[in-house]
């Protein structure tokens, strides 16, 4: 998707809608004595379109995780609201939040810790159907060879009755995946889908999930750290920092023109085998995030900033400038 097809988005290409979202979590002394909150999430509006897939990249700790889940309906929003095909997750009860959890799949980091050591893969890919009301047997069975074929577990009669030790790294998050994809959802949130992988799968993975996405018109959104991929399985980049999105653009224009000085500084962390960005790779600012429980003053990256302005990034939290169309970043540098 282009700067200007975005430009011409409507409301009916939006799928998802953040709206000033914030996620704390309330920190307890002795179980009951209130000593602070931890901003996982502290202030952020976006949307994600139909069709497209996103990527959410950031260091550990950044809230990307946390955001994920508010997403899934696993954690309530302290402020804000999320809108999911024009319904606000708030306003759902108990059964249109379990009719929502259908419309929504979800990739977990360590395929291994997310399916259940004591379920074959047919019982794995039948307990979601099942959950969500489809008591023909026979359909089930269905949609589990459907699932299994798209996800190149071939043939799927191989796989059915084998538990998650049996399979390898790569042959679990397929598993994953496909659970994922049982219901037929319209979003699947992917959450570092593989970082636990060996290298050698993880190209294998990643465009496996690029052409489900594309073949069934998903929303996907990658939450990720790494940088150095997303140039080919992502349309648009969230850059994520201390519970807030610090820059935001179509993932060529970020990667090639980045704005903000923390995407930047993410940029030359990269690993590269070229001796002459030695120096390049040497401007990484230092430190570490800053603390979710008392974040600074102003823009929070100020205390790492190497070209921070005194009296003005320490004071005054940045709004979203547009340094280039269709390109957003949340610095005082892009002010005039």
């Known amino acids: 998707m282009t700067a200007m097809q975005a430009d011409r988005m409507t409301g009916e290409d939006v799928l998802l809608s953040v709206q000033d979202l914030q996620v704390w979590f309330e920190l307890r002394q002795w179980g009951f004595l209130r000593v602070g909150s931890v901003r996982a999430v502290d202030g952020i509006t976006l949307d994600l379109r139909r069709g497209e897939a996103v990527a959410f990249v950031g260091e550990s700790g950044c809230g990307k995780s946390s955001l994920a889940k508010t997403l899934l309906g696993l954690h309530r929003p302290t402020r804000g609201q999320v809108v999911f095909d024009g319904q606000s997750l ?27 050591p004591f379920m074959d893969v047919r019982r794995l890919l039948h307990e979601p159907l099942i959950i969500h009301g489809i008591r023909d047997r026979a359909e089930r069975e269905r949609r589990v060879h459907q699932v299994l074929e798209e996800v190149r577990l071939t043939p799927p009669a191989e796989y059915l009755g084998k538990f998650p030790h049996q399979l390898s790294g790569g042959q679990q998050q397929r598993v994953v995946i496909a659970r994922a994809l049982i219901l037929n959802p319209q979003l699947i949130i992917a959450d570092e889908p593989v970082s636990m992988l060996d290298a050698s799968v993880r190209v294998e993975v990643l465009n496996l999930l690029r052409r489900i996405q594309q073949e069934h018109n998903l929303t996907l959104a990658f939450i990720t750290h790494d940088l150095s991929t997303v140039r080919h399985y992502a349309e648009r980049i969230f850059v994520m920092y201390a519970g807030r999105v610090v820059e935001q653009a179509q993932v060529d224009a970020l990667l090639d023109h980045p704005q903000h000085p923390y995407t930047q500084a993410l940029l030359a962390a990269l690993s590269d085998p ?29 205390p790492r900033c190497p070209r921070v302005m005194a009296g003005i990034c320490d004071v005054d939290e940045p709004p979203d400038f547009e340094p280039r169309s269709g390109h957003r970043s949340a610095c005082w540098l892009h002010r005039h």
């Not at 979800?106 to 399916?115: E, K, R, W």
């Not at 070229?274 to 120096?279: P, Q």
């Open 274 to 302: 070229d001796a002459a960005n030695a120096r390049r790779q040497a401007e990484i600012p230092p430190g570490e995030p800053p603390s979710l429980i008392n974040p600074p003053a102003g823009c929070r990256f100020h």
């Open 90 to 116: 708030g306003a759902l009860d108990r059964a249109g939040l379990k009719d929502y959890r259908a419309r929504v799949g979800y990739v977990q980091q360590d395929p291994y810790g997310a399916l259940p």
